[in-house]
């Protein structure tokens, strides 16, 4: 699989006691423009499983060129995350990362099983983009777009 060059996401939400939690992901894809759905996928035996199967709205970060630092942070496990990002937050508490290639404030509509994975669809009720290079993941390593 790693022969497909992939965006690579980082996705936020907030645990049960409100505090901000999020994961480097690039199992994400557009499903449908109307109504607006967005999928991604987290492995069963991911350590932030439950928190995200229970959460009612996320946010999907697309990251842009230069932001591998972000996506190593967020892969990177028995670590706080969120130390040393900046960050906002949406009225429903979830964790907003700035200056992403595009951002996409979700709530859940719908999850399925995925093998050794869920599958989490999300309703986008909000969007913003901005006019960035990707970043890319190929074959075990961050790639940049060239003209």
């Known amino acids: 699989m790693g022969s497909f060059a992939t965006g690579v ?8 006691a ?11 894809s557009s499903l449908s423009l109307d109504p607006p759905l967005v ?4 492995a069963k035996s991911a350590s932030l499983y439950t928190e995200f199967t229970a959460a009612e709205s996320f946010a ?9 630092h972000l996506s190593n942070q967020f892969s ?4 706080e995350r969120f130390d040393g990002i900046s960050y906002e937050t ?5 964790p907003l990362l700035n200056d992403c290639l ?3 404030d979700c709530e859940l509509f719908s999850q399925a099983d995925g093998g ?30 060239e003209p």
């Open 102 to 104: 595009a951002r996409f």
């Open 18 to 28: 409100g505090k901000p939690v999020g994961m480097t992901a690039n199992s994400f």
């Open 90 to 94: 949406n009225n429903r508490g979830v």
């Open 116 to 145: 050794d994975h869920t599958i989490i669809v999300g309703y986008v009720a909000a969007m913003e983009e901005l006019q960035l290079d990707p970043l890319i993941f190929h074959k075990g390593a961050y790639r940049t777009l």
């Open 39 to 42: 999928l991604w996928s987290i």
């Open 60 to 68: 999907i970060h697309i990251l842009a060129k230069g932001q591998q």
């Open 9 to 16: 996401t980082v996705v936020t939400t907030k645990d049960s």
């Open 76 to 79: 990177r496990k028995g670590i």
